[in-house]
């Protein structure tokens, strides 16, 4: 048995953390590249792929989940798995796949059709959040306060298009940033002037346009709960939404303790984890009127380091295991157990 494993040296990708769990413990393992045009051949000799990839990249985007597809359609195990990674950074997809398994998520809308959204902001109760199908940290959301506001979405989004990341707001979050000391000078410079270039996956991508995503505005949620599922585990932050915002996600203050998660969104987690059959799934959690918890998004990664302080986690049958652990190593443990799983099958 050997495992493949795609290695970047960008900070916060886990293959780094895979690479130190299968020398400490003697399994084979094989430094691959997904980017190169050999990939196949390359995992010829291998019995999975743990590929950490993002948003933002070029190739990621325009590779990772037809080549996941393509090797379990072979046969291969894959961290993620395709069932945990087809809907990755596509807010409208999740809204599909959420409400096709009936999951508690957030009420929320698209439209394809600019008569028929400019007809629809005429019914409906203000505010309401505008979201892009992409990005990370809320850099693409915005609260939309009344219809004239929407209706000036609406027509960016079937005329010029949106960027992919909104640069202007990305730098006066970094500016905020920098005021309380949580950035440097040169990361406001950095911002600033991608404000005026385009990233290589801008070009790539294109523009947003030709659709409309709206979400349903809960009031008074002063955080969020992330939680984690990673095979028969889950553990999870609160995360503290931004002074003067309405935005949790990219705020930077986290809460660790147990007693500040609600523990209604891990059983919810492991549930819809279940249904899908991913090997590992993040959830943003947020509160309705009536104190429900209701997902606004999903995804398969998350930033490592955010989550090494966590005290512990809760097994399938909400069983809390105290102690630190590294939640990468899970990763290489389970795609290890599929393989054999499998090989078993065949045996």
Known sequence: MKIAIHHTDRPGFFSKRWIKYCEKNDVAFKIVNCYKSDIICQLKDCDGLMWHFAQGLPVDYMLATKLIA??????????PNYNASWHFDDKVAQKYLLESIQAPSIKSWVSYSKKEAIKWVSSIHFPIVFKLKGGAGSANVKLV??????????RKAFGKGFRQFDRLNLFVYSLKRFSIGK???????KEFFKIFVRSNYEKVAGKERGYVYFQEFLPNNTFDIRIVVI???AFGIKRMVRKNDFRA??????LYDK?????????IAFEVVDKLKTNCLTFDFLFNTENQPMIAEISYGFVQEGYDDCTGYWDKSMNWIEGRFCAQDWMVEDLITEIQNENKLHD
Not at 70 to 79: Q, R
Not at 145 to 154: F, P, Q, V, Y
Not at 183 to 189: E, G, L, P, R, T
Request: glycine share 8%; aromatic share 2%.
């Open 249 to 254: 996600s990219g705020s930077g203050s986290i």
């Open 183 to 189: 950035a440097k000078i040169k990361d406001v410079i």
């Open 259 to 267: 007693n500040e998660i609600d523990e209604r969104c891990v059983k």
């Open 231 to 233: 095979g028969n585990r």
């Open 145 to 154: 306060k009344d219809k004239n506001d929407a209706n000036k979405l609406i």
């Open 70 to 79: 393509t090797l379990e359609t072979t046969g291969k195990k894959t961290f």
